[in-house]
Structures are given as structure tokens and as C-alpha cells.
């Protein structure tokens, strides 16, 4: 049997098997061809990769609102923390009406009257000497719970964290408020 010639229109210099039949690629050619972006350059991939990363905020958002322990900050995480905002939470403080206060003297500062003004000063130093009253006091009764609860495992700082979130007003709390006022917990 006779060999037949390979056809008309194949090029001399394509590879016809083994081997590469074709000069080595310098590095820079090398590179050139590995270059892509780390983020997709197109506008479809921009939006969905906005969309994504909003959603992803949304759940965290409302994860840590609802007090979900996977979205809270590692201030907020663990069983004693969660005690004390429930304990915050289930009282009446003095410290939730501080900010309404305030524009109240800031209203009554405005008038021409000095002796108004004063009075208002006085009253607003007066409830600032109650509120810091009522933040000692909810430090120590928390600090105390705890300690009967988790003896001496109780973490560091956990006063100061309850009395501070008694100072913001109830609807502005992060994670919000899980109890009802009254519902202290066991």
C-alpha cells in the first residue's frame, strides 16, 4: 500500500502530533495570557456583585437586630451578655429619657429669660446626678445575678455594658430589645 501525501492546505508549521511544532512563548507573553482581572470588569457583574454584597448586609443587619449570635459583634456575643441586655432591657431607666431632656433645656435655653435657663441647667444636672445613680445601681444588681449564675466564670465588664445600653433609648438598642419590660430574666 502507498502512502498518500498530506492534503494541499495544511500549513507546514502545524503540529501534526507529538511535539509542539511552534517557538516557546517568552515569559511575558506567558504572563500577558495568564492576566484577568480579579474583578469582573463588566457592568453586569459589577450589579449582581453589588446586589450581593447589600443582601449579605441585609441578613447581617437584620441578624443583629434580632439578636442572632452568628451577626453580633464580639461585644455582644455569649450567654452572660445576652443576661445583661435582657435584664437592661426588661426595666425602666432613667437613662432612656436623657436625649429627649436635652433638646427640652436646649428649647428652654432659648428663651430670654436667664432665671428660666438656669432652672433648666439645674433640672438637667439634677436627673444627669439620677440617671448616673440608676446606671450604678443596675451595674452592681447585674454584676451580682451573674455571679450567682455563673459563680466565677463571669466575664469582665458586663456592669459597665448594661449600664451603658440603659442610657440609649429602647428603640435605638442594638440587637434590640428581646424581652418585654417586665420580663426579667431566671
Do not use: C
Not at 4 to 17: E, L, M, Q, S, V
Not at 24 to 36: D, I, S
Not at 49 to 77: F, H, S, V, W
Amino acid at each position: 500500500m502507498a502512502k498518500t501525501p498530506p492534503p494541499a492546505d495544511t500549513a507546514p508549521d502545524a503540529p501534526t502530533g507529538a511535539g509542539k511544532n511552534r517557538p516557546t512563548p517568552t515569559r511575558a507573553e506567558q504572563e500577558a495570557a495568564r492576566k484577568r482581572p480579579l474583578v469582573a470588569n463588566t457592568k453586569e457583574a459589577r450589579a449582581r456583585a453589588k446586589a450581593e454584597l447589600a443582601a449579605q448586609r441585609d441578613k447581617a443587619r437584620i441578624g443583629m437586630a434580632n439578636g442572632d449570635e452568628r451577626y453580633l459583634t464580639p461585644r455582644d456575643r455569649g450567654p452572660q451578655r445576652r443576661f445583661a441586655r435582657d435584664y437592661t432591657d426588661a426595666g425602666w431607666h432613667f437613662g432612656e429619657l436623657v436625649m429627649p431632656l436635652l433638646v427640652i433645656v436646649i428649647l428652654f435655653a432659648l428663651v430670654p429669660n436667664s432665671a428660666v435657663v438656669f432652672y433648666a441647667y439645674v433640672g438637667l444636672w439634677v436627673y444627669i446626678l439620677f440617671v448616673v445613680a440608676d446606671m450604678a445601681m443596675l451595674s452592681r444588681k447585674v454584676k451580682k445575678l451573674a455571679a450567682a449564675k455563673w459563680g466565677d466564670r463571669r466575664e469582665k465588664g458586663l456592669g459597665w455594658y448594661a449600664a451603658m445600653r440603659s442610657v440609649q433609648m429602647r428603640f435605638m438598642r442594638l440587637p434590640k430589645p428581646q424581652v418585654r419590660r417586665g420580663e426579667y430574666p431566671a
